[in-house]
């Protein structure tokens, strides 16, 4: 139905910057939003940076003002841009498609930030 790709995690200094992609594939039915989610070890997945389905964004208080989402409609990709990354933004981060009945995730990408 919908396949979801993250990728652009690594390894970062603290400080340091990573852009997030995120490639949706597939048939895409009615509305839908896209998001990025976080899920650190022992945590629960928690939201980062999503568009809502008035076509504003909305952040996590954490990465207001560090992070960006974005995209390109025509290819059906949301971007997370993230700078000035501080260790506790280490975590697994998923990629959401939203269809308001129906969600598809990503398999994650890691984002590691050394202090």
């Known amino acids: 139905q919908v396949q979801v790709v993250e990728s652009g995690g ?15 594939s597939g048939t895409f039915f009615s509305t ?4 990025w989610y976080r899920q650190a070890p022992g945590k629960q ?10 076509g504003n964004t909305r952040y ?17 990709t949301v971007y997370l841009q993230m700078n000035s990354l501080k260790p506790e933004d280490t975590a697994v981060y998923y990629c959401n498609v939203d269809f308001v009945w ?6 994650g990408t890691q984002v590691t930030v050394s202090s």
């Open 10 to 24: 690594g390894l970062v200094q603290s400080g340091g910057s990573l852009r997030l992609s995120c490639a949706a």
């Open 32 to 35: 839908y939003t896209m998001g």
């Open 45 to 54: 997945r928690e939201l980062v940076a999503r568009f809502t389905s008035g």
């Open 60 to 76: 996590a208080d954490s990465v207001k003002g560090r992070f960006t989402i974005s995209r390109d409609n025509a290819k059906n």
């Open 102 to 107: 129906i969600d598809y995730w990503g398999q």
